[in-house]
């Protein structure tokens, strides 16, 4: 088990006209080396959410647990739980604030107690998992392109050697190939370092292609939480809340109601691709 949220509400400005009661009961448990797709329209809960995987922002009621430790519990490390549960936000020039990328990779490491040199060997590795090589060392952060700024922002927190890293929108902006790099990045940071992968996306197609388990959100509750097949099976459900399916889900129905006999559940192209082919060799041998 890594982390339990356990009956968790939120409420906004309690107390007070505005008050708005951002998560309902939330029970979820993330496992240790999952790759967890989080969806749901803006202001179903999830970005406050994640906020309180590492406690940033506080539980109104309830519980989360980090290894069957309470966070809440009095005398409780937080800077050490921000350390092993590392969250990166949408907007990545919110984390990057020093002179020069490795410098900036290095405060964390630097902030758990290493010293200048262990802390620059850890950044040196997380700008390699990212995919920065030596001639982005010393440029200045906010020279770098928008996915650029997103691989450091990655790498800072990866320098810290997380157990769970939480991706809040991280290809938001960047073209199809920028996405694409840093979402493919991150998949193979999951298989190889075996971390915990939670990411927050408003695409259909990439957490369908990524993610193994899909969390809804909707209104501050959860709507669904299983597999993306099981998840996207109920697309008009989630149509009604405002989500979609991936395209794919919509080809195959299609394809189905013209007499095809396709996988409807399929939701990767590659699963679209080799249903397809199946129906096509069954035609001909028909």
Aim: aromatic share 8%; proline share 3%; net charge negative.
């Amino acid at each position: 088990m890594s982390i339990k949220l356990d009956h968790v509400n939120y409420v906004y400005g309690q107390g007070t006209a505005y008050e708005i009661h951002a998560l309902k009961d939330i029970c979820l448990e993330l496992r240790k080396g999952e790759f967890v797709g989080l969806i749901g329209h803006t202001g179903s809960g999830k970005s406050t959410l994640v906020q309180h995987l590492n406690g940033l922002v506080k539980a109104t009621e309830g519980h989360i647990y980090f290894h069957g430790e309470d966070i809440y519990g009095a005398g409780y490390d937080m800077r050490r739980l921000r350390s092993k549960v590392g969250l990166v936000f949408q907007y990545p020039e919110h984390q990057l604030f020093e002179v020069d990328v490795l410098s900036d990779v290095c405060f964390g490491p630097k902030n758990q107690g290493l010293s200048r040199e262990e802390a620059e060997k850890k950044a040196k590795e997380a700008l390699t998992m990212v995919g920065l090589g030596e001639e982005f060392y010393y440029q200045s952060p906010f020279e770098l392109s928008g996915g650029q700024k997103r691989r450091a922002a990655i790498a800072g927190v990866l320098a810290m050697e997380p157990e769970i890293l939480v991706l809040d929108e991280p290809t938001a902006g960047l073209d199809p190939k920028g996405r694409d790099e840093i979402l493919d990045q991150i998949s193979l940071l999951h298989q190889e370092k075996k971390i915990t992968i939670v990411l927050v996306s408003h695409s259909m197609e990439d957490v369908a292609k990524y993610a193994e388990r899909i969390v809804v959100m909707n209104q501050g509750e959860v709507l669904f939480d299983d597999t993306p097949r099981e998840v996207f099976c109920h697309y008009k459900e989630l149509e009604q809340v405002g989500l979609a399916a991936p395209q794919v889900t919509y080809i195959m129905h299609a394809l189905r109601e013209r007499g095809f006999s396709v996988d409807e559940d399929a939701t990767t192209i590659e699963e679209a691709r080799d249903t397809i082919l199946d129906a096509l060799r069954s035609k001909e041998h028909n």
